[in-house]
Every structure is written in C-alpha cells, then in structure tokens.
C-alpha cells in the first residue's frame, strides 16, 4: 500500500492550495482517510479526516479548508483556502480501513504518505 501526497507549494497569505493523496494497493473506501501536518518543532496535528459519510475538521481550519475524495480514483483532496502562515508545514496524509471517533489520532492510522510542504509567506 502506498500513499502518495502532491500539491504542496509556496503561497502568499490569503492564497489557495490543492493537495492530493493518491493510494495504491487497496482502496479506503469504507475505512478514514485524513491529513495531518506539521510545522518545525511542533507535534503533528490533525487537519481533517473523511470516511463513512462523515467528515471531521481540526477547529483552526473550519471554514477555509475542505476534504473530499473521489473514491473511483481512490485519491484524497485539501483544499485549502485563506491560507495564513500559520498554516506553513509539511502536510502528511494517512488512511485506515476503518472509521472511529478517534480519526484525530494519529497513531491510529496505519498508512501514511511522504509528506508534502505548503509555506505561507505573510
């Protein structure tokens, strides 16, 4: 199974970005896909995550950023709008067979792709 994260790229605040995760070698249809990020000397923190009809945002992206996937090209999308530079990371996707209330953990997923870095310049 691989992932493989695109789209990263330089922006000015207030710009737009597209992020993709393409995966390979089994479909996540019925189980969660999601983003994390991380920005240097941080954790890494949740984004977003989709699955089982339901899609959960981390608070501080509610309202400028929105997941989706198109489930015939098994590929996992961020749209990620009003970008602010503390929005600057490397941003990781990450897919599980199944869905749970823990989707903001990220120790509970099992494939993660290679990260793809979005800085906002202010």
């Known amino acids: 199974v691989q992932l493989q994260a695109s789209g990263g790229g330089l922006v000015q605040a207030g710009g737009s970005l597209r992020l993709s995760c393409a995966a390979s070698?089994?479909?996540?249809?019925?189980?969660?896909m999601g983003w994390f990020r991380q920005a240097p000397g941080k954790e890494r923190e949740f984004v977003a995550a989709i699955g089982s009809g339901r899609i959960r945002y981390a608070d501080s992206v509610k309202g400028r950023f929105t997941i989706s996937r198109d489930n015939a090209k098994n590929t996992m999308y961020l749209q990620m709008n009003s970008l602010k530079p503390e929005d600057t990371a490397v941003y990781y996707c990450a897919a599980r067979s199944w869905w749970s209330v823990d989707y903001s953990n990220s120790k509970r997923y099992d494939y993660w792709g290679q990260g793809t870095q979005v800085t906002v310049s202010s």
């Open positions: 070698g089994r479909t996540f249809s019925s189980g969660a």
